[in-house]
């Protein structure tokens, strides 16, 4: 997306809105989103800041994620911030320039597509759910647990508790006398009824 700030040249401080509508095609190719749903709609304002033009506003797009837990799909919007200085010459960047390449002006335009695309793809959560309490897939037969529960989810949990009930069962046996032998709770008795 680029901008004509013709309109701002030689008049510091003075600025323009716009909302524009752009196509996002490269979210498409990412694999966590699954479907672009419509356009990047960016809000800005570009104000002349006698160096450079400065590029404030808010993106939004509308997408199709996956449920981090169930898999299906589900809408969200994006949404995100943006503000960046657009310089005439890169002299006038600081000195830290070499590590963060300014952006800079071309001609009578400014190039703000790898600023948006970026902007955009540091919105994308690292994990979305459908809903708070998505109970995702059963770990065995992928059946999905929002919608009731599977056959195999009861037998699966007692396969893998199996041998702890076990271990549990033969603490219960030997465990008591053990117990009280180790407590001392009968020499306590012992002391106790001789007083
Ligand atoms: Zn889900
Ligand atoms: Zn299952």
């Known amino acids: 997306m680029r901008l004509n700030i013709s309109a701002l040249a030689g008049r ?42 400065l590029v404030v506003g808010d993106l939004s797009i509308e997408v199709e994620l996956r449920c981090s837990r169930c898999l299906r799909p589900l809408k969200t919007t994006l949404s995100t911030s943006i503000e960046e200085e657009f310089l005439n010459h890169p002299e006038e960047a600081e000195e830290d ?14 190039d ?3 600023l948006i695309e970026e902007s955009l793809l540091v919105s994308i959560p690292m994990k979305s759910v459908c809903q ?48 009280r032998k180790d407590h001392g709770s009968t020499k306590e008795e012992t002391f106790k009824s001789k007083s």
């Open 132 to 179: 708070e309490d998505c109970p995702g897939l059963c770990p065995v037969c992928g059946t999905l647990l929002s919608e009731g529960k599977c056959d195999c989810s009861e037998s699966a949990i007692d396969i893998r508790l199996a041998p702890l009930s076990k271990l549990l069962q033969q603490m219960s046996e030997t465990t008591p006398p053990e117990r």
């Open 12 to 53: 510091k401080g003075s600025s323009f809105r716009l909302k524009e509508e752009r196509p996002a095609d490269f979210l498409a190719k990412l694999s966590e989103v699954e479907q672009v749903l419509g356009p990047v709609v960016a809000e800005l304002q570009v104000t002349n800041t006698g160096e450079g033009f």
């Open 97 to 110: 320039w070499f590590w963060d390449e300014p952006s800079l002006v071309d001609g009578n335009e400014i």
């Open 112 to 114: 703000i597509t790898s």
